[in-house]
């Protein structure tokens, strides 16, 4: 199954770029893409291996939707996406695709290589999956808040 493969550059290096997506995390990505939507309290990803990608909705909720499989401070993070086909928590790692962002430096700014992979280990459902999340709907849209905080970062 095909992955999902975005590449675009932020005028940040990429220790920068690095820290706005995982520490800045919770200020760029859309509150309707997660499950509390307007009732969000923080989402965020924990910089270390193993480390969690948690959501805290109203009064305590807590959704742990991946975790950190590699690590290259500034220049590498990997995790698993255990969201499903139907938004759904997927506990399992086993049956959740993977997530890659390449930091690259090109003297000034850097170059974000992003992928979605592994669709298949969704099971049933999952080349809809890939098609909704490769739509201006999915990572286009996610990515794009991305690079505006990047963009209102540098201002």
Not at 101 to 126: C, L, P
Not at 130 to 148: F, N, T, V
């Amino acid at each position: 199954m095909n992955s999902i493969q975005i590449d675009f550059s932020v005028a940040l290096s990429p220790g920068e770029t690095y820290q706005t997506f995982v520490e800045d995390f919770n200020d760029w990505w859309p509150a309707e893409y997660t499950w509390s939507q307007d009732q969000l309290k923080t989402i965020y990803i924990v910089g270390e291996v193993g480390g969690l990608c948690t959501e805290i909705g109203p009064h305590g909720f807590r959704c742990d939707w991946g975790r950190v499989t590699e690590l290259e401070m500034d220049h590498k993070l990997v995790f698993k996406w255990q969201i499903g086909p139907r938004r759904e928590p997927i506990p399992d790692p086993e049956k959740a695709s993977d997530i890659k962002v390449i930091f690259q430096d090109q003297g000034g700014s850097t170059m974000i290589r992003f992928e979605h992979y592994n669709f298949e280990k969704h099971g049933e459902g999952a080349d809809e999956y890939r098609q909704m999340m490769s739509s201006e709907y999915g990572w286009a849209y996610i990515l794009d808040r991305y690079q505006k905080h990047c963009k209102h970062k540098n201002n």
